[in-house]
């Protein structure tokens, strides 16, 4: 028994840091937010170099046929530098449902590309997990379908979608009829909202697809908060240390680096939670579901604390767009609400365990 | 990771569950029939002082934090007494297997295990909380012996120790942490007064205890004359892991939830209402994650930081569960000492005004914080004031 990151998770998250720290520096971060690019094909091919689109996809596609621990450290280093890419639709989402419910010949026509990152998919699952908002919803029918998604992830530009109907079914599409940018806080992915009006699609055969897709999802956006929050907490403790004020870096009084203790306990426990998540999701199947809501829900709520306290302990500076600090600030806001707000998993949390009707 | 036990670790869970099968009429309540005898079949099976050399009265085991772990379970899921764990098991032994004398380690380890000698800890005084070092009971040279004088404060179970270990000052000419000795000696020597200090929960979980010329032989210092300061910082080393077991707060989370399922207002359980189950349901994903973060630190190197946590986060988190039990009670929750309608016999009350005194007591939540910032993240201390 061990409970703790293997040699080759070590070296997948230290090969993808390195690599980010240039495919995805703040410079680059900042030409993507606000030059308002749809895409960064850029980083993506960088990061394809490293075989991450093919992370999840089965080695007799063409991919590593890694697990979701990886993918969650995976995404815990994109979140890390707040990295603009289409990860968790083209390589979490998609391959997972292709896998989960995609026929022999749907998985040879998307996964080799995919996994070599030669086609991008996004996922438009938003509706059936964290409620449909202004009338939004896909209905399917004879193959076709009509309706609004909002909140679609990574479909900017994508070559294939995944997309959930009213009742959970999922679907694949090339595209929709219209696609429109959502304008969100956080510039540092593309939100869009579909329009489908009879675009052809195909059924997926698992009905339980939405469901893993959905743990999948959530802790992908908890990995990918709990590396923001790294950043964060780091950049809060190396201001703490140099910046002086009454003869004295900051960093001395305790007024301050106690914030910086209580974002580090906070952050610390929250990261074997989420490792746990990732786990459970290949290896603990009756577990999966409520760590995975909880993985999501609390790493709002820590998320929320850090993003504001590591702003607060570089005071003013902090607030402006010269640190750029901001666009972790905002990833980490939009990931607290991104396919349910903690209120609304945690009563799923407490439905999966019997205690809530 | 890899969560599964090896063979040779699920042979192990399946000897500690025969063991636990047979000797299930060992006890009653959580509590054993005969705790001196329960102690004494711990030690032999290899339950209790289970990494203690056989020589002092230990089961001799090398150190297995795995095994070690499946026992701490195992016992919990049985409802069985775990070994004996008093101050005198869980500091002392530890310090006299690290710096005591080899006479020393002799005389008070077996007996110690055995649950034969009980000590207590005369460690913090009224001017030395957070700043032990400034502790000023003295140890004067006479003779062979010391005459201690001074006064000790937060010691608990004073009042049924048979010993004591003792911080007092032997060198006062030096340097403000290197004056400082380690002493045993009994609680029946002359000059030795224990009073009860009663607390906010209306016991005396504490005392005060004063020395006036208390005679006490030089060889019964432990590491070294002047050597009190270090020696007792592996003792408190071995006080903060106790503080904080995910264990015991996950065992008192289940008790919420079977307390929030089971508690009627206006007929509609406690756990139907959705702000009750959704403060629940944060105390949940914060118990998991420490319990995945305990597992993290006894078998990932990389756990430094997520060490440093523990008592911070823990003691807190058990008193909010203990918070929230008391708000799911409503008026119920105000209820204490005995009487109709009490619930747990109080327990969540007394919890939670005791664990805030976790909170403090072992290092206060604030020294944790300096500590985690300080050896955690690497901040700058702060800096001393002239004089202190």
């Given at each position: 028994m061990r409970f703790a990151l293997s040699e080759d998770q070590t070296l997948l998250q230290d090969s993808l840091t390195k690599a980010l720290a240039d495919l995805s520096s703040l410079d680059r971060v900042r030409r993507f937010a606000d030059g308002g690019e749809a895409t960064a094909p850029d980083i993506w091919a960088g990061l394809s170099e490293l075989g991450l689109p093919g992370l999840l996809?089965?080695?007799?596609?063409?991919?590593?046929?890694?697990?979701?621990?990886?993918?969650?450290?995976?995404?815990?280093?994109?979140?890390?530098?707040?990295?603009?890419?289409?990860?968790?639709?083209?390589?979490?989402?998609?391959?997972?449902?292709?896998?989960?419910g995609g026929s022999d010949e749907q998985k040879r026509a998307w996964l080799p590309k995919l996994a070599d990152g030669g086609a991008t998919a996004g996922a438009a699952i938003s509706e059936p997990i964290a409620g449909a908002r202004d009338g939004a919803g896909v209905t399917a029918e004879g193959g076709k379908l009509t309706g609004k998604a909002l909140f679609a992830l990574d479909a900017m530009a994508a070559d294939l979608l995944v997309v959930a109907d009213r009742s959970g079914v999922l679907h694949l599409a090339a595209k929709a009829d219209a696609s429109e940018i959502l304008?969100?806080?956080?510039?540092?992915?593309?939100?869009?909202?579909?329009?489908?009006?009879?675009?052809?699609?195909?059924?997926?055969?698992?009905?339980?697809?939405?469901?893993?897709?959905?743990?999948?999802?959530w802790v992908m956006i908890a990995a990918d908060t709990l590396g923001a929050c790294q950043t964060m907490l780091d950049r809060a403790v190396e201001y703490a240390k140099e910046r002086k004020q009454f003869g004295r870096t900051i960093g001395s009084f305790q007024a301050v680096k106690h914030l910086c203790a209580e974002m580090a306990a906070e952050l610390e426990p929250a990261r074997a939670l989420v490792w746990y998540a990732a786990y459970a999701f290949d290896n603990a199947p009756e577990e999966a579901s409520l760590m995975a809501a909880?993985?999501?829900?609390?790493?709002?709520e820590i998320g929320r604390f850090i993003a504001r306290t590591a702003t607060e302990v570089h005071g003013g500076i902090g607030m402006t767009d010269l640190l750029g600090l901001h666009y972790w600030f905002k990833r980490i806001g939009q990931n607290r609400q991104l396919l349910g707000g903690p209120e609304r998993v945690r009563e799923l949390a407490a439905r999966m365990q019997g205690l809530a009707a | 990771m890899d969560l599964t036990l090896t063979p040779e670790l699920a042979?192990?869970?399946?000897?500690?569950?025969?063991?636990?099968?047979?000797?299930?009429?060992?006890?009653?309540?959580?509590?054993?029939?005969?705790?001196?005898?329960?102690?004494?079949?711990?030690?032999?099976a290899g339950y209790a002082a289970r990494t203690i050399p056989k020589e002092y009265g230990g089961y001799g085991a090398e150190p297995d934090i795995l095994k070690g772990r499946i026992i701490a379970e195992e016992f919990i899921a049985a409802g069985a007494p775990r070994g004996m764990a008093g101050q005198g098991i869980s500091m002392l032994v530890p310090t006299l297997l690290e710096v005591g004398s080899e006479d020393q380690k002799r005389q008070w380890i077996g007996p110690t295990l055995r649950g034969e000698v009980i000590w207590c800890q005369g460690y913090s005084e009224p001017g030395?909380?957070?700043?032990?070092?400034?502790?000023?009971?003295?140890?004067?040279?006479?003779?062979?012996?010391?005459?201690?004088?001074?006064?000790?404060?937060?010691?608990?179970?004073?009042?049924?120790?048979?010993?004591?270990?003792?911080?007092?000052?032997?060198?006062?000419?030096?340097?403000?942490?290197?004056?400082?000795?380690?002493?045993?000696?009994?609680?029946?020597?002359p000059g030795i007064d224990v009073r009860p200090l009663k607390t906010m929960t209306g016991h005396a979980e504490f005392n005060e205890v004063f020395f006036t010329d208390v005679r006490v032989p030089q060889k019964n210092v432990v590491g070294g004359r002047g050597r009190g300061w270090f020696v007792a910082n592996t003792t408190l080393k071995h006080e903060r892991g106790m503080l904080g077991d995910p264990n015991a707060t996950e065992a008192r989370l289940k008790a919420l939830i079977?307390?929030?399922?089971?508690?009627?207002?206006?007929?509609?359980?406690?756990?139907?209402?959705?702000?009750?189950?959704?403060?629940?349901?944060?105390?949940?994903?914060?118990?998991?994650?420490?319990?995945?973060?305990?597992?993290?630190t006894l078998t990932d190197d990389t756990a430094g930081l997520a060490r440093l946590v523990v008592k911070l986060q823990g003691c807190e988190l058990n008193h909010q569960v203990a918070a929230l039990a008391i708000d799911a009670l409503g008026e119920l929750g105000i209820l204490y000492h005995d009487g109709p309608h009490l619930r747990a016999k109080g327990g969540w009350q007394r919890n939670y005004m005791f664990d805030l005194g976790l909170i403090i007591g072992g290092g206060t939540a604030q020294i944790q914080k300096n500590i985690i910032s300080e050896r955690g993240l690497g901040m700058p201390r702060e800096p001393k004031t002239v004089g202190a």
């Open positions: 996809v089965p080695e007799e596609h063409g991919g590593l046929g890694l697990g979701l621990l990886e993918a969650a450290l995976a995404a815990e280093a994109l979140g890390r530098v707040v990295a603009p890419t289409p990860f968790l639709g083209s390589a979490v989402l998609a391959p997972l449902a292709l896998r989960l304008p969100s806080i956080d510039a540092t992915r593309r939100l869009t909202e579909l329009t489908f009006r009879g675009a052809p699609a195909e059924a997926l055969s698992s009905n339980q697809a939405l469901d893993r897709l959905r743990d999948a999802a909880h993985a999501k829900a609390h790493t709002s | 042979a192990f869970r399946d000897e500690v569950r025969a063991f636990l099968e047979a000797h299930k009429d060992h006890h009653k309540d959580g509590a054993p029939n005969d705790p001196k005898a329960w102690q004494r079949t711990l030690i032999e030395a909380g957070s700043d032990l070092a400034n502790l000023q009971t003295k140890a004067v040279e006479d003779g062979e012996d010391f005459l201690i004088s001074g006064q000790k404060i937060w010691t608990s179970t004073a009042a049924q120790a048979d010993m004591i270990f003792c911080l007092v000052r032997t060198e006062p000419d030096a340097a403000k942490h290197e004056g400082i000795s380690y002493i045993l000696f009994p609680m029946n020597t079977e307390l929030m399922k089971s508690e009627t207002v206006d007929g509609h359980r406690i756990i139907d209402n959705p702000i009750f189950r959704d403060r629940l349901m944060q105390l949940q994903a914060r118990v998991f994650s420490m319990k995945f973060n305990g597992l993290r």
